[in-house]
C-alpha cells in the first residue's frame, strides 16, 4: 500500500468521493470480485493540486 501511482492506478472521480479499487486478492483473500474503497472530497482536498482540485470541481450528480 506503497504511496506510488502503481499501488493506486485504479481510480475514479464519482460523486461521493475519489474511489480506488484493488484487485482481487490484492487486500484480501480472493472473494469474487474486486475491492474499492470511496473516500471524501473534504479528506484529500488538502493534498490535491490546482489540477486535481478543478477536475473535482467538474463531478457532478448524474441527471435522472
Request: aromatic share 16%; net charge neutral; charged share 10%.
Amino acid at each position: 500500500f506503497q504511496p506510488t501511482a502503481e499501488n493506486y492506478k485504479n481510480f475514479a472521480l464519482t460523486p461521493s468521493g475519489l474511489s480506488v479499487g484493488f484487485a482481487n486478492g490484492e487486500v484480501a483473500p480472493p472473494f469474487g470480485g474486486a475491492i474499492y474503497t470511496i473516500v471524501p472530497y473534504g479528506f484529500v482536498a488538502p493534498f490535491l493540486s490546482d489540477f486535481g482540485a478543478e477536475l473535482i470541481a467538474g463531478v457532478r450528480r448524474p441527471r435522472n
